[in-house]
């Protein structure tokens, strides 16, 4: 009798947790994104905007400020680091594609299919920004170093080039702030309008 009290009390618990969570974040546990996902996700995002605020400051340090050199340093360190991280991303996302929760139902088609573009545009863009400074740095004859270590060079000397890749470089950049923001403007709209959290599912 006892045994079977106790099995309906725990019976009750789980399920309680079970609603809990559900109710909380709108999502059950099981609906999160795997935490290699969500650690990369939001790793990748400290550095991704912190080397676009970078990028746009130091094009502005006086040529002869010594600041200069260290802080492309710092940016081309960090722009190979983002190069790594996006393989190991990919990696991992076609590794788990089959745990990715899917977007709820309160979200319409047209937008789930924008959403799935929207990220496919930002995968393409992390990309895309640090392999154009790469090519650019390269082109123009400077050395491209992770943090102590040199790295191969990639692209030959050729300045018509680099002067190609460093205007994609810029506009790619830019590119990806303007989808960044509104990346940040679909979460804070499902958010209010449709009353999903997605944030929990990153978080
Ligand atoms: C404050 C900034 C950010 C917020 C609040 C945010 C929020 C989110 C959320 C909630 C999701 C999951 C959407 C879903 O439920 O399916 C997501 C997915 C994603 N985010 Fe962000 N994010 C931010 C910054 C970034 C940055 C900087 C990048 C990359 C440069 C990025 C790239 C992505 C990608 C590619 C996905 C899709 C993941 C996948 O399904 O493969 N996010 N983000």
């Not at 496919?120 to 400077?142: D, E, H, R, T």
């Amino acid at each position: 009798m006892n045994q079977m009290l106790l099995k309906i009390c725990l019976k009750i618990i789980t399920i309680k947790k079970l609603l809990h969570n559900t109710l909380k974040n709108g999502f059950s546990m099981s609906e999160k994104y795997p935490v290699a996902m969500r650690f990369l996700h939001w790793f990748m995002a400290v550095i991704i905007i912190s080397m676009i605020i970078l990028g746009i400051f130091m094009g502005g340090v006086d040529k002869e400020n010594p600041l200069r050199m260290q802080l492309y340093n710092i940016h081309k360190s960090f722009g190979v680091t983002v190069i790594f991280l996006f393989v190991l991303r990919v990696a991992v996302r076609l590794a788990s594609s089959a745990k990715i929760p899917k977007l709820p139902k309160q979200i319409s088609q047209t937008e789930v299919r924008f959403a799935h573009l929207g990220h496919f545009a930002i995968y393409a863009l992390m990309f895309a920004v640090p392999i154009s400074g790469y090519a650019m740095s390269n082109s123009y004859g400077y050395p491209v170093k992770w943090f102590t270590i040199e790295m191969p060079k990639l692209f030959a000397d050729d300045k018509e080039f680099a002067a190609l890749a460093s205007q994609a470089h810029e506009f790619l950049a830019f590119s990806l702030l303007a989808l960044l923001i509104f990346h940040v403007a679909a979460v804070v709209k499902h958010r209010i309008k449709d009353k999903v959290n997605l944030l929990e599912r990153m978080n």
